[in-house]
């Protein structure tokens, strides 16, 4: 059996790093079944690679660097060009005392979150996902993303102001009489 230097062995560190890895993967592409393809190319190349993990950054790190790497292999395949793709896999949080009203609302923003997301360059989508929704550091994120600080500040800053701009001619944001934020499509 194969351990790090800190005692962990293959199986408990990809028993640690795969839900993670899965929901950075399915963040990125966007489609919970192709999450789960490259979440298991993903984990067989840790696995492959276990024995040089020489511990310089986290295993959480290293393996989010793998991922990214495995899903930018995966679209660089011209019959593999991204199609934007609705999020479908909310059916985890539905709550059935909730209008269906306010579901499709929800789900009609977070498709066009979703869209805009997807629209972004490569290397700014990572950035942004890594950042603001798996919450890893800026250092940690530029590791991943393998580029400076700076880059990586830039890239996130940059994202940040596509999405928002993208979302602004796309969407007519207002509080509904209850003070809830709604979204309606702009023509």
């Keep these: 059996?194969?351990?790090?230097?800190?005692?962990?062995?293959?199986?408990?560190?990809?028993?640690?790093?795969?839900?993670?890895?899965?929901?950075?993967?399915?963040?990125?592409?966007?489609?919970?079944?192709?999450?789960?393809?490259?979440?298991?190319?993903?984990?067989?190349?840790?696995?492959?690679?276990?024995?040089?993990?020489?511990?310089r950054s986290s295993l959480k790190t290293w393996s989010f660097s793998i991922a990214n790497r495995v899903a930018a292999d995966y679209f660089r395949q011209p019959e593999r060009r991204r199609q934007i793709v609705e999020l479908d896999e909310a059916n985890d949080a539905i709550d059935p005392d909730r209008e269906i009203g306010e579901r499709v609302i929800e789900d009609e923003m977070n498709q066009c979150v979703r869209q805009v997301i997807d629209s972004l360059p490569d290397s700014y989508r990572s950035a942004l996902i890594l950042y603001d929704l798996e919450e890893l550091s800026i250092e940690h994120t530029a590791e991943v993303c393998q580029c400076s600080i700076a880059n990586a500040k830039i890239r996130i800053h940059r994202a940040r102001l596509r999405l928002k701009e993208a979302l602004q001619d796309q969407c007519a944001f207002y509080r509904d009489g209850e003070g809830v934020y709604r979204c309606d499509r702009k023509a």
């Excluded at 230097?5 to 795969?18: F, H, P, R, V, Y």
């Excluded at 993967?25 to 393809?37: C, I, S």
């Design 1 to 55: 059996m194969n351990t790090l230097k800190t005692g962990l062995s293959i199986d408990s560190a990809l028993a640690e790093i795969s839900q993670p890895v899965l929901r950075y993967l399915e963040r990125y592409v966007g489609d919970r079944t192709l999450a789960e393809d490259l979440q298991q190319e993903t984990l067989l190349r840790i696995a492959r690679g276990f024995d040089t993990f020489d511990g």
